[in-house]
């Protein structure tokens, strides 16, 4: 095994993989028909959801939220520590398990914002846009985060070569570091989600989220459209707003 210091590498990407699932429109309609059908709300387990579009968007119009609660969705997610923190927000039909640097020594993958990625924000908090960076203050920015991120994990790596324990050595690295997490939700959940780290023109409430979570939440809202895609149409129909 080569005793050579990890080299750290840098991303300007997410990823979000659904690693498992127990979702459907159908599940909507049978938690929604108990109300009124009792034991024979089990027919709608084998019955074609399209016949009960009507019924998923008068829920999700009038924002009969509980229907909406019975499925699970599991992703695996990649992204920098600071997305995670913004991601914990979110407490209400969520469970998290993330990687720990205090159990494995962490692996030297970084952000740095992809050239696209709007840098300038102009106006007052609360009132304010972000635009387009200059080239200069693109090479500004990554060269900055560039040798921030090798100077701490350099001095992260000098303590666990002395022996200093995980947990203490790691507090000197940042919070661009990429970390991961098992994150498991239900449809109202993930709407509720959505509504807050997307921004849409339809959207019945405005949202002003950051583009790093924001992109998590597109990724996320992608996979959930194919499970449900009925639901996610009444979602999209009734302003992005969870019932």
């Known amino acids: ?32 028909r108990v109300s009124t059908a009792g034991e024979q709300s089990l027919e709608a387990l084998s019955q074609d959801p399209e016949k009960s579009k009507g019924l998923i968007n008068f829920l999700m119009r009038d924002r009969h939220g509980t229907p909406f609660e019975h499925n699970s969705m599991t992703f695996f997610i990649s992204a920098p520590i600071f997305v995670f923190r913004e991601f914990h927000r979110h407490r209400s039909g969520w469970s998290y398990n993330e990687e720990s640097g205090r159990y494995r020594q962490l692996d030297p993958v970084f952000y740095v914002p992809a050239e696209d990625r709007k840098l300038v924000q102009e106006g007052r908090p609360g009132k304010y846009e972000f635009t387009e960076g200059t080239p200069e203050q693109h090479r500004t920015t990554t060269g900055a985060m560039e040798a921030a991120y090798r100077e701490s994990y350099a001095r992260y790596q000098e303590m666990l070569a002395a022996g200093v324990a995980r947990e203490v050595a790691r507090a000197v690295l940042p919070v661009g570091l990429f970390s991961s997490m098992y994150a498991t939700c239900n449809s109202r959940s993930l709407m509720h989600f959505l ?49």
């Open 1 to 32: 095994m080569s005793d050579e210091p990890t080299a750290p590498s840098f991303r300007s990407d997410v990823t979000v993989e659904l690693v498992r699932s127990a979702a459907s429109d159908s599940d909507v309609i049978w938690a929604a």
């Open 195 to 243: 509504s807050l780290r997307t921004k849409r023109e339809n959207s019945a409430v405005p949202s002003f989220p950051q583009r790093e979570i924001e992109m998590v939440a597109e990724q996320m809202e992608e996979q959930w459209a194919r499970l449900m895609p009925l639901t996610h149409a009444a979602f999209e129909k009734h302003g992005r707003v969870a019932p």
